[in-house]
Every structure is written in C-alpha cells, then in structure tokens.
C-alpha cells in the first residue's frame, strides 16, 4: 500500500536530520523576533545623549553661559568643538545642558499625563456607570480647551519652572492615555480571573491593583514611548518661542531660537541643535516602535 | 452520609430572578423565578442551551452580581441581603469554578500567587503557612507543587489550568462549589480526569456542589438530581436517573434526543423540535417559553404558564402537557 | 453515479510549524484515500492535528508552516502541491470548500449574506448578478434559513449561530464542490442546533454525491453521520476502519482509550471514568516509539522502538504492534 511505504520512509529518514530541524526553526524564530539595526543604531545615539545630558557636569565642558569674549559667534575652534553662540557662550556645553531639559520634559511629561490618565481609565473602566460617564465629560470638556492655550496659561502664571512646563505639557497627555487605559480595563475587568477575584471577595482596589493594573501596563508603555519625542518636539517648540524654561537656563529650542537671528551670517549656531534634536526625536520613534512590536509579541502571551 | 443539619436544604434557592436592564428600559430577563434546593453533600446538575440562564443563575448564586429578586440561602444564611465585609466573610463558603481554563487564570500571576490570593485575602496565616498550604492543595489536585509553584498560567495545558482553578476555589474549604461549564473547554480525556477529581473531591471534603454544563452526559455524570432550564425558566427537576429515563417535559425528552451517542448503532433519535430560534429573552413569549419550539403546544400554553407540578416525590415538571 | 470514484488521495502529508523551541510536527505523515459519495470522520483531541491537517488539504497554511516535498495532496487527479495561488484559488468553490467551526468569523461581516453567496457564483461560475441571487435564494432554501428571500439582504450579526452555520454551508456548497471539508462545524453550536446541521450536511453529501470530510472531538458525531473514521493522535493516523468496526472492534488502544473516558447518557450517576493519565506528546520532541505509549496500559518495551506504522487487514488499519483483541483477529 502506498501510504504504507511512504510512512516507512519518513520514519527512517527522520532521525538524523531531526535535530537540525529544530535548529533550523529555532533560527528561524529567532530571526522573525530579531530587534535589527533600526532598533541598536538609534538606541546607541540615546544612550550617548543620555549619558551626555546626566553626566554633563563631568565631562569638563565650560559652564553653558560662561562668556568667552575671544571666541564669540565662533565656528569651531580650538576649546569649543561645535563653536560659540552670540554672546560667545560653548554651543557643546549649551546643547548638553539643554538636553537635559528636553529630556527632563520628555520623560516627565508622558510620565504625569499616563499616571493621571490610569487612575481617571481604571476608575471609569472598572466601575462604568455614572463615574465612566462623569469622566468621559470631563475628559470631552478638558480636550475642548486647546492645547496651547493650557501651555501659555501655565507659561503665563507660573512662567519659566521646568516643574511646571512638565505639568502642563503632562496634562495635554491625560485624554489620550485615560481612554486608552479604560478600553484596556474594559477588556479585562470582564475576563473570569477578575470574576473569580471577586467570587473570592476581593476589595475593588486590590482587583485594580493585582489584577487589572499588570495586564494593562503594557499599551501605556507603548503609549509612554510614543509621547517622549512628541513632548521633546512640543517642549523644543515652547522654548522657541521662549514660553519654556526661562534664559539663560539653556534648552534646545531656546538655542535654536537664538541662532535663529544670525541664521544667514552663522547658520552653525541653529544647525547643531536642530540636528541633535532631530537625530534625537527620530531615534525615540524608532526605538518605540521597535519596542512596541515587541511588546504585541509579549501581549500575545509569549512574556 | 452525613450528619443531619436543622435546615433540610443546605442551599436554598428562591423565586430567583435574573435581569439586566437594556436601554429604551427594556430587560434581559436572564432568570425567572428559580426555585431549588440543595441538601447537604449533593450535586445538582444545571441544564440547558447557551442563553437559557443557568450560567446567570449560577452568578447570582455567587452574588456575582446579586439577584435582582429572589432568595439564596447557604445553611440558613440569606445571602442576598449582605454587604461589604459580612458578604466577604460569606464568601469563605461558597467558591466557584469556571468555563475557560486560562482565562479563569491571570496570565501576569504565579500559581503560587493565584491560588494564595484568597487566603490573603481572607488574611489567614503568614506568608509561609500559606504557601504550605498551596503546596498541600495543589498536590491534592493532582499537580507536582516543587513544578508548578513559580510557573505562571500559560506554561500550563487547559486541564492543569482547570486544576488550578479547582485548587484555588477550595484552597478556603468552602462547603459550596459552584462549577459553571467547569470541564466544556476540556478534551474527552482530560474531561474525565477533572470529572474523576471533582468526584473524588467532593467526597473527601463533603462538597455541596452546583453544577452547570449543557452537556446532558457530564451532567448526569455528576449529578444527583438534575435541573432543565429553558429560556429562564425551570422546567423539570428530579434525581438524574428519572430525569434521564422518565423525562415528562417535551423540552427535556427533545435536549436528550439531540445528544449524539458514541455508538453508531444507537436509534436515530427522532428529533421532535418545531425548526425555529429560541425566542428573545428580551421578549419572551406569553404562557409557557417552550410552546413556540413545542410539537405539542396549545392555546392553553400561550394563555397561561404551567406551574411546576409534582409528577413523583421529588420529581416537578412545569408542562401543560407532559408526556408519559 | 461514478460512487467508488476517488476523490481524494493524501499521501505522506507532513505538515510542521517554526516555534521558538523547534520545529512542531502537527501533521506527522498522514495517508489516506476518499471516495465520492462517502464521509471520513477525523477525531482527535486538541493539537492531535486534525485543524491542521484539513488546512494542509485546502492549501491554507499559515506563514510559518513547513511542508516538505514529499507530501502529496491529490484532488481529482491534480497534485494539489504543485499549483499556484492563483490556480488553488480557482479551485477552492467549485472542488474543494471548508465549512469553519465559528461562522461569525468566516463570514465577513459587513457584507448581505446574499452578497458573499453571489460573489462566490460569479466569481467561480462567471454568472450575472440576477441569476446569482436567484441562485444565491435557492441556495439558502436549500440549507433550510427560513425566509430565504428576506434573510438574503440581512447582514451575519443579524443571524443566530446555527443559521450562520447553515450560510456558511450554503456558500461552501455554492459552487458544488466534489470534497467539503466540515472543520468542527457543530462545536460552537447548541445541541438541538448540532443535531440539525449535521442532519443537513449528511444530506447535502447525499444530494449532491460530494465527498465529505467531518472533523470533530466528539465520537458522538462521528458515529452516527460517518461512513469511515479516522482516529488522530498526536499528528498522526492511529486508527482508521468503517464506523462500525471501528466502534465494535476497537484495536488501537487509544481509541479504546478516548471511547471509555467519554461519559455517557446512558450510564448510572457517579460512575468512575476511565480517564487516560498524562497528556498528549510533546510535538517538538516527540517520543522514539509509538506516540501514544507512554500512556498506554497495553505498552511494553517493544512500543517505544520505533513508530508503528498504519497497516491492517481489510480496511480496518491501525498504527500498533499490541493491539486489542489479538487473539479474535488470529
């Protein structure tokens, strides 16, 4: 019979090259969850502005608004890699420091907007009803008031506190990250574990808090990483128009905007910036993104 | 058996009823006006097609939510009138196990984490003594403790996953446990190892247990008397082997007809069903719920709603036309 | 009619799966023939491969499966293997069709019913769009949707899951199809409405001379709907025989196995099931022997040296060297 020899053969056949088999699919795996040089390239620039921006103090940079009045409007020069501003100020130990503003804002912001935004999504997600419904107005009601408007109100009152630059750009991220949150709270506070929590008279909170929070944390991660380059971009914006943190604190929009007057005479003084923003804003996205698709992997229930 | 208590039913069930309001102020209703007892050490079985309410009836048993009318009494405790920390003491006592093996499971959990939950929050012994007792009731559930302890969910089959869960219901020594399709995701095999250990464990430790499933065969497998639900209501109630073998209502004799045997020379069964949907539970029908599905419904079924009727000591069929 | 014309010819089907641990063998060299008019039940529990294995016959096979070249799939004398998407497309209607375990998922939801019925004609048969729907009509009449012609324009949510089934069936058989394939296509489904779905698959195998293949876990379905039955286990066919044989004279002892830890209707409350210990083998590293034997009773030392092969006398083969009822076959 046919099906008969045919099955021998395949029996005989399989012990040998079994095991490579396995490896051949193991690399084959492997490949497909590889993280690849789009996720490392960008990762190592991060990391070199991240150690920069903390470290600054070490690295031996002149203070970011020490005068040096041989060297002003300079290209670079001997003692000043990237040159000197207007006002003969190290455009190196300017661009450090700023970072370490764009970066304070960038991590900051995302931070206050999705912790608000878990606790307004758990509560609307877990218990429905009126406290769904009253957040879902204040929510509508809070993105019905524009964005800069909230950012000049804060700039205008409490103007120039890095403090309060993080807050009101945080705020704008409140929406965003309480629906998401209570779609995902949704999608598990029906789920039979959260059922059997209850059966075994589990307090609200500690359903929250043990059962809800550890499945939801994933999708505000990602949303996390979505909103550091917006917020780095947003905070360089403010500072452009001189709403940030206060001169002479340095930040990189500030720079920017400041280079901006001699763009055609010193075009150096607004280009460095803007490239180290730039390569900057662009490596969050493209390590986020990687980091997200690793992240579905691990929803899917891989961990 | 076991020794006599002052309340013949260890589990009272009430006029129960079940319904979820729909915008426009229409209702579900889920559950009308189920009556039953439980005594002590017995199983009953809970039958019936998806949407007909057993598994809302086994939820507001649970409290989960509570009834919208209706009594539960556990051992002479009203349960639907307690609140806070008094239900969360009740709790203690009846447990529950469900349909979906993993998803009954945090998938973000260790099984150490997962079946201590309750005693931690029951807030009994220290952190040590709890685990001793994980261990003990996990390896009575038939799992390796040392293995499975720091594993999480998804390391686990379906069927050890259903162990899991059993363990974590009577790791409180609930004298109630509530199965709701506990073995319907199971393959036959491991089925029967579940159904082997929920039987085993229902001796050892003198469960009362409530068990809902649309399978009539696991059903009559576990049960002592068995219960048939159609579109809420109750429609007969005896002990298994009557209900299997003298059924008198046209919806039960149907439900056991369309099981499919595993013996290719059983009877075709002559499925006596007028073609049609269960009707809405939004809108049921007027008069009996089955007369729009029943070959022998009449004009009386749609005017008035039969009354559960004793046909035999402890057999009650609600059917103004019951066959014999 | 042309009744003993084979329809269907599988042979050394192998069908594995790149996991991060290794390759998962789900079809572990499946053979087996089908004639026009008959009905083969494959039963198996879950990962046994029998999803799989329908998957491998419609060439539906998702990014990551493996088939090497030795696996044949012969549908009415053209080697499924060699055709291209374009041509298997082509094929699938008007040869083979799939009938899927949840209908709400196979149907696409925001098209009529009537709509994804008339597509199928029009695309496969090239038919105009009223003489679609007239079709598309009597196509819904005949898997028994009451009020075809209102039901045409409704959309799949509007429908219960037993009449979704019967549109599924409908579209599958639109084309009239030489081999359906019913993949557990009562599992999502009430008994009542079970029992009426397969009634009417059984009788549009009938009607229309196809040739079916039912895949299920239930030996319930297999037994009262099926010409043939094959047992699966782990990949691969355990046991395979007429449906009475295989019921009366059980010789794989998995199947003996399965048939004792199904309870039954018939059986006194409280009885103690003969449950089969352990779980299925690990498909990534499966067992040297026979796949079933370290949880088989009847096992000895000589099960674990090599996989039986699928071998038998007169139609009712099975893959074991210590079969039951030995001493009845000598």
Not at chain 2, 40 to 58: D, F, H, P, Y
Not at chain 2, 69 to 86: F, I, K, N, P, Y
Request: aromatic content about 6%.
């Amino acid at each position: 019979m046919a099906d008969v020899t045919s099955s021998r053969q395949g029996t005989q056949t399989e012990d040998k090259p079994q095991i490579d088999m396995n490896m051949v699919a193991i690399a084959m795996h492997r490949r497909s969850r590889r993280l690849g040089l789009y996720f490392w390239i960008p990762m190592i620039w991060l990391v070199i502005v991240a150690v920069a921006c903390i470290f600054a103090p070490f690295w031996g940079l002149p203070p970011a608004d020490e005068i040096d009045w041989v060297y002003i409007q300079s290209p670079p020069v001997e003692g000043h890699p990237l040159g000197t501003d207007n006002l003969g100020r190290d455009l190196l130990s300017r661009i450090v420091w700023g970072g370490r503003v764009s970066l304070t804002v960038g991590f900051a912001a995302p931070f206050i907007g999705v912790g608000l935004g878990l606790i307004l999504g758990l509560i609307a997600g877990y218990y429905r009803g009126w406290a769904d419904e009253v957040i879902g107005i204040l929510i509508d009601a809070w993105l019905a008031i524009p964005g800069l408007v909230v950012l000049l109100l804060f700039s205008v009152v409490f103007g120039g506190s890095l403090f309060m630059v993080c807050v009101s750009l945080g705020l704008l991220f409140i929406p965003t990250a309480a629906r998401i949150t209570r779609a995902a709270t949704l999608n598990y506070a029906g789920r039979e574990f959260v059922l059997a929590a209850k059966a075994m008279g589990a307090s609200d909170f500690r359903i929250m808090r043990k059962e809800i929070f550890p499945n939801i944390i994933w999708p505000l991660i990602a949303f996390i990483l979505i909103d550091i380059p917006i917020a780095i971009v947003i905070e360089g914006a403010l500072s452009f128009l001189g709403l940030s943190v206060k001169a002479p604190t340095p930040s990189w929009g500030g720079i920017i905007a400041e280079g901006r007057e001699v763009l055609s005479t010193y075009p150096h003084i607004a280009m460095y910036p803007t490239l180290v923003m730039f390569v900057t804003v662009l490596s969050f996205n493209l390590v986020g993104d990687a980091i997200r698709r690793r992240l579905a992997d691990v929803r899917e229930g891989a961990i | 058996m076991n020794a006599p208590t002052r309340d013949p039913a260890f589990l009272a069930i009430e006029n129960l009823t079940v319904e979820y309001p729909l915008q426009g102020g229409r209702k579900v209703h889920a559950v009308t006006d189920f009556s039953a007892h439980v005594m002590r050490g017995e199983t009953l079985g809970l039958v019936g097609e998806s949407g007909c309410g057993k598994s809302s009836a086994a939820r507001a048993v649970m409290q989960l939510p509570r009834p919208t009318r209706g009594a539960v009494r556990l051992d002479g405790q009203e349960l639907t009138g307690l609140r806070g920390r008094a239900l969360q003491q009740a709790r203690r006592r009846f447990q529950m196990i469900f349909q979906d093996p993993v998803a009954s499971l945090n998938p973000r959990m260790t099984i150490r984490d997962i079946v201590a939950a309750p005693l931690e929050i029951a807030g009994i012994g220290t952190a040590e003594e709890r685990c001793a007792r994980v261990a003990a009731m996990l390896e009575k559930v038939g799992l390796n403790a040392d293995q499975a302890m720091e594993r999480r969910p998804h390391e686990f089959s379906g069927g050890q996953c259903q162990r899991i869960s059993i363990a974590r219901a009577l790791i409180l020594e609930p004298d109630l446990l509530v199965c709701d399709e506990a073995v319907s995701a199971l393959d036959v095999s491991v089925q029967a190892q579940v159904l082997n250990l929920l039987e085993d464990l229902k001796r050892d430790l003198g469960l009362t247990m409530l068990f809902i499933s649309h399978d009539l065969a696991v059903v009559k497998h576990v049960s002592d008397r068995v219960a048939v639900m159609y579109l809420g209501r109750l429609c007969e109630i005896a002990d298994a082997e009557t209900l299997y073998r003298g059924s008198v209502h046209p919806y039960t004799r149907t439900l056991l007809s369309a099981v499919p045997e595993p013996d290719p020379e059983a009877p075709p069964h002559a499925l006596s069903l007028i073609p049609g949907e269960l009707p809405s539970p939004v809108n049921p029908p007027s008069g009996c719920p089955f007369r729009t599905r029943c070959p022998r419904a009449s004009d009386l079924c749609a005017s008035q709603m039969p009354q559960l009727q004793d046909i035999s000591p402890g057999h009650l069929s609600a059917c103004h036309h019951p066959l014999t | 009619m042309h009744m003993g014309e084979i329809i269907l010819d599988v042979r050394d089907q192998r069908t594995s799966f790149a996991t991060a641990r290794g390759m998962l063998a789900a079809v572990d060299g499946v053979s087996f023939t089908l004639q026009r008019g008959r009905t083969l039940g494959v039963v198996g529990e879950s990962g046994s491969g029998k999803s799989v294995l329908s998957r491998s016959i419609m060439r539906l096979l998702p990014g990551n499966a493996v088939v090497p070249g030795g696996s044949r799939v012969i549908l009415n004398g053209r080697d499924l293997t060699r055709l291209s998407e374009a041509e298997l497309r082509r094929l699938r209607g008007p040869e083979m069709a799939i009938v899927f375990q949840d209908p709400m998922t196979s149907l696409n939801p925001v098209l009529s019913i009537g709509r994804q019925i008339m597509e199928v004609l029009m695309f496969h048969l090239g038919m105009k769009k009223r003489a679609a729907r007239a079709r598309a009509i009597e196509l819904l009449t005949a898997v028994g949707l009451p009020q075809p012609d209102v039901r045409v324009d409704q959309y799949p949510h509007q429908l219960s899951g037993g009449m979704r089934q019967r549109v599924a069936i409908a579209i599958a058989i639109a084309c009239e199809p030489d081999l359906l394939i019913a993949d557990e296509p009562t599992t999502a489904l009430d008994v009542t409405v079970q029992a009426e779905i397969l009634d009417l698959l059984q009788r549009m195998v009938r009607e229309r001379n196809m040739a079916m293949i039912l895949i299920t876990h239930d030996m319930g379905v297999v037994a009262g709907r099926c010409d043939d039955v094959a047992v699966m286990y782990a990949g691969r066919i355990v046991e395979q025989a007429p449906v009475r044989d295989l019921f009366r004279n059980t010789r794989m002892p998995y199947t003996a196995a399965l048939l004792a830890s199904i309870p039954k209707v018939t059986d006194p409350p409280h009885r103690k099931l003969d449950a089969i210990d352990g779980r299925p083998p690990d498909l990534i590293n499966p067992p040297p022997g026979c796949p079933f034997a370290p949880r088989c009773k009847l096992a000895d030392a000589d099960c674990d040296q090599g996989k039986p092969m699928l071998e038998g006398p007169a139609g009712h083969l099975f893959a074991c060297i210590r079969p039951l009822g030995q001493e009845t076959a000598a």
